[in-house]
């Protein structure tokens, strides 16, 4: 399965976007789907997850109550939309997937897209 995210992008603070994911070469329907994110001289850590059917969904605590990670299974992708973004949220943005639900680590997951620049200005 290959992974394309897109919908990053320049925006200010307090503006929303929403990142999209589309695969190729396979369905995603029985995936677990994640976003992550990677800011600049940092880590990449986890922000959200999908189970298979879109019925699970789990949140950093950073972007709970701000973010919503969605799929459309017949389109074979997925969204992150996120709202009231702040400068904190700047980095590249990474959908990944899986076979298993529940895991926050990078390891956790095969499959990943190129990233996505989502820059929040002051």
Do not use: H
């Not at 590249?92 to 200005?121: E, I, M, N, P």
């Amino acid at each position: 399965v290959q992974l394309q995210a897109s919908g990053g992008g320049l925006v200010q603070a307090g503006a929303s976007l929403r990142l999209s994911c589309a695969a190729s070469g396979g369905t995603l329907s029985r995936l677990v789907m994640g976003w992550f994110r990677q800011a600049p001289g940092k880590e990449r850590e986890f922000v959200a997850m999908i189970s298979s059917s879109g019925s699970g969904t789990t949140y950093a605590d950073s972007v709970r109550g701000r973010f919503t990670i969605s799929r459309d299974n017949a389109e074979n992708t997925v969204y992150l939309q996120m709202n009231s973004l702040n400068p904190e949220d700047t980095a590249v943005y990474y959908c990944a997937a899986s076979v298993k639900y529940g895991s926050r680590s990078t390891s956790g997951y095969g499959y990943w897209g190129q990233g996505t620049l989502v820059t929040v200005s002051s």
